[in-house]
């Protein structure tokens, strides 16, 4: 079983920098695309950031220049770097593994979850 945990949420300022890492176990990690998503309440679930099994990152247009994607094959974990923070930004964030690779912005092909982690950005 492929099980997924975030951790690195919290209670930020504006303008702080927050990262958020997502280890994972029971699954081949390194052929995953691994992906970050983010869900307000009353919304969508949204797409952060997505990294492929070959380390092609893809940052959603937003964040751009804020956020940074990166993976750890061997410590099998993803983490989401995140600065200077926005109120915007308070949500939930969700790490999701996609076991076929490659890269999707789709949360519907993306087949394990984590439970979320609370980031919450104070204006």
């Known amino acids: 079983q492929v099980r997924l945990e975030e951790s690195g949420g919290g209670l930020v300022q504006v303008g702080d920098s927050l990262r958020l890492s997502c280890a994972t176990s029971?699954?081949?990690?390194?052929?995953?695309?691994l992906g970050w998503f983010r869900q307000a309440p009353g919304e969508e679930r949204e797409f952060v950031a997505a990294?492929?099994?070959?380390?092609?990152?893809y940052i959603f247009e937003s964040v751009k220049g804020r956020f940074t994607i990166s993976r750890d094959n061997v410590k099998n974990t993803v983490y989401l770097q995140m600065n200077n923070l926005k109120p915007e930004d308070t949500a939930v964030y969700l790490c999701a593994a996609k076991q076929s690779g490659g890269f999707s912005s789709a949360p519907r092909l993306y087949d394990y979850w984590g439970q979320g982690t609370q980031v919450t950005v104070s204006s």
């Open positions: 029971g699954g081949t990690f390194s052929t995953y695309t």
């Open positions: 990294i492929t099994e070959i380390s092609s990152a």
